[in-house]
């Protein structure tokens, strides 16, 4: 699987976008981006995934450039309970495992 | 609905002892995983379960660390002789498992000490 690269930490000041982007110059053609986030002393969340479009939940938009080597996570109005690491992950859909593999993630620090 | 629940919540054991961590996965999720996570660091992988069977468990870092799911639901990961460097929090998360989305569901873990 692809490895990223993501900055260590970010602030954001409540209310407004938080842009969280991602390095993943390696990604082959059949992996997927994926984005969770952890909250203090609490499990992974899934947050959203995506190939080559950008994507849109009810939690973020998923921005991937059109060469796939990078991608940018946006929180449109971020609040407090979004302080948290974030991390970007990149691996093959169907493949032997599906296992995550985790980096150190960026820890989002929303601001009052 | 109910989430992937672990117990116990916190273990505290001595070195060298035997301990046995257990997952309650979602009611019909075909996958289990299981993570470590060290302070500061991101999860780390340890073995993956498709039914009864562990597809995966290259993560499992030696031999003291054995897991099992005899029925394809709750999954226990063992540790013998534990050692201070198996002080983390274990997680489990547990999926679908369909193509080609792959939404794993994490329990809050269980944070092992061992003094």
């Known amino acids: 699987d692809a490895k990223t690269t993501q900055p260590t930490s970010m602030d954001c000041a409540e209310g407004r976008a938080a842009n969280l982007p991602c390095n993943h110059s390696?990604?082959?053609?059949?992996?997927?981006v994926y984005w969770y986030r952890q909250i203090h002393s609490q499990g992974p969340q899934y947050i959203i995934h995506g190939l080559k479009n950008n994507e849109t939940n009810e939690m973020a938009s998923l921005i991937i450039t059109e060469d796939r080597k990078s991608s940018t996570l946006i929180l449109p109005h971020a609040t407090l309970r979004d302080t948290a690491v974030y991390y970007c992950i990149v691996l093959i859909n169907g493949g032997a495992t599906n296992k995550l593999i985790f980096g150190t993630g960026t820890l989002l620090a929303v601001q009052p | 609905g109910a989430g992937v629940s672990q117990t116990p919540s916190n273990k505290v054991t001595e070195k060298g002892k035997y301990v046995e961590l257990r997952c309650d996965p979602i009611s019909g999720h075909t996958a289990l995983y299981w993570y470590r996570q060290s302070l500061g660091q991101g999860p780390e992988f340890l073995i993956y379960f498709q039914g009864t069977g562990a597809a995966d468990d290259s993560g499992l870092p030696n031999d003291r660390f054995f897991a099992v799911r005899p029925e394809g639901s709750v999954s226990t990961l063992k540790i013998q002789r534990t050692e201070r460097g198996d002080s983390a929090v274990y997680l489990c998360a547990s999926s679908l498992d369909v193509e080609p989305y792959n939404e794993q569901f994490f329990g809050p873990g269980t944070r092992l000490t061992v003094l």
């Open positions: 390696t990604i082959s053609g059949n992996e997927y």
